[in-house]
């Protein structure tokens, strides 16, 4: 059984770094203080180490989902109310008493977007309300649009 190589970054902490043909890339275990949950962030690795441009992106992050994360779950339960594979009595009885936080956990955070890319991550989220994943693109401006489709919701600082 082989060993997964291991990365330590000054704001990650320590990770392992993962590989599938040309592409490599980490995953940490980080605690994110706006949750005060656990949760996976994946980066790129160039020459063994976390880009700087990633790490400045983590940071960003934390500090704008701290103020906006109600946003972002507000918009994933109005996706879920178009979605068949959701629970809509649970979903609306969340949205009423204002505690969909307590139905979605945040678990991943994907840095890996690349500069050709409009967008600057994705975070996916697990709950109870339904039996699939979902996923939010956040976009290098922050705004927040409606979602497109029951599983990618878009959030792109205007709304």
Known sequence: MATAEQISDPILGEGAIDKAGNATWACFKKHFG??????????SVNNG?????????????EDWYARSSSKVL?????AMQWSTT???????AARLTHKIEDHLQLEVINLRMGDRSDAKCVLRY???LDY????????????????FSPFLIACAPWD
């Open 34 to 43: 706006p949750t005060e949950r656990s949760v996976l962030v994946l980066t």
């Open 49 to 61: 180490m976390v880009p700087e441009a990633q790490r400045a992106l983590y940071q960003e992050l």
């Open 74 to 78: 507000l918009k994933i339960l109005g």
């Open 86 to 92: 959701a629970n809509l009595t649970a979903a609306r």
């Open 126 to 128: 697990k709950t109870d």
């Open 132 to 147: 699939c994943d979902w996923y939010v693109r956040i976009f290098k401006n922050y705004r927040i649009l409606r979602g």
